[in-house]
């Protein structure tokens, strides 16, 4: 009996180390910043210093065809952020399912212009004004390369009005870009498409987006369009954006940014918005810092925004 029941744990510790030979690795990484922000004189902006802290879990393992599986967790302040889990199939691509994420499809491509910090919309009252983009929780998402041409694609079912009725019911969320940078050295474009659903069939919204960026040593300038064409009688919405970035040394970088939105109604003026950043990276800390200013914001003659940020980052 004894023999037989050593026989019985030794079969099983070969067991255990055979199948950790097919474990994964789980790896833990974060970081922390310290901010000043300073924000348009007519909003209430308390206390301009604040702290951010992350945190993310990754694990991954291949499988015994070669593929790769992929997770990862992020938390901000201690509450959840994002997540997301990638099948890495090779040669045919990877496909994913993520949340709080637009890691694929035209949420990925909603602005592809050179910056040393922030879009130049960003934090501004009227930042979402012309900016593509499909819900980001829930979406099935798929990235590959075939002859140099890259394909970025999501799906995101949204039924939200399920069971009130069929002609009710909203439409699912799709998108697809593709990308190239095999037309000419330093240079990258790309055209998407998406169909971005609302609360029902007649609210969805198409949206296009064509972008080029073309690299010259230190110097990086481009120029993006967006389209966002409204479903019934809202007006259709169109974005400008150009920009220039210069890398000063490989620690030191500076740009500019400009974007006009169209709102596509006499009765409105277009949103006029305008950024400069500058970053400088030593090892694992980042010290930056944006000015961006917007006019007319959402089309209103004379409604004004602005805001400035520095922060100092730490990844660890």
Do not use: C
């Not at 902006?45 to 599986?69: H, L, R, V, Y």
């Amino acid at each position: 009996m004894i023999k037989l029941r050593k026989l019985g744990l030794t079969a099983l510790a070969g067991s255990l180390a055979a199948t950790s030979a097919y474990a994964g690795a789980l790896d833990v990484s974060g970081g922390a910043s310290f901010k000043y922000v300073s924000v348009d004189e007519t909003e209430v902006s308390g206390q301009p210093f604040n702290t951010g802290k992350g945190i993310t879990f990754a694990g991954s393992g291949e499988m015994d065809n070669g593929w790769n599986m992929s997770y990862s967790y992020t938390m901000s302040d201690a509450a959840f952020s994002s997540s997301y889990i990638t099948l890495d199939m090779g040669d045919a691509g990877t496909v994913g399912f993520y949340n709080s994420t637009g890691a694929t499809g035209i949420s990925a491509y909603d602005d592809k212009m050179p910056t040393a910090g922030e879009e130049v919309w960003d934090d501004l009252d009227g930042q979402a004004n012309g900016v593509a983009g499909i819900t980001s929780d829930g979406t099935i998402g798929y990235t590959g390369t075939f002859a140099g041409l890259g394909v970025s694609a999501s799906f995101n079912k949204n039924g939200s009005n399920e069971g009130t009725g069929e002609t009710a019911e909203a439409e699912s969320s799709k998108s697809i870009v593709l990308t190239s940078t095999s037309l000419l050295d330093g240079l990258e474009v790309g055209l998407g498409i998406g169909d971005k659903s609302g609360t029902s069939p007649t609210t969805s919204v198409d949206q296009t987006i064509a972008y080029a960026k073309y690299t010259m040593g230190s110097v990086t300038m481009g120029y993006q369009m967006t389209d966002l064409d409204n479903s019934g009688t809202t007006a259709d919405v169109e974005r400008n954006h150009v920009a220039i970035s210069f890398a000063v040394n490989e620690d030191l970088s500076v740009s500019y940014g400009r974007s006009t939105v169209d709102f596509g109604v006499s009765t409105k003026v277009d949103q006029e918005d305008a950024g400069i950043a500058a970053s400088y990276t030593m090892g694992s800390m980042t010290l930056a810092g944006f000015i961006n200013s917007s006019d007319n914001v959402g089309g209103t003659s004379g409604t004004d925004d602005s805001v400035k940020e520095v922060s100092l980052a730490f990844a660890f």
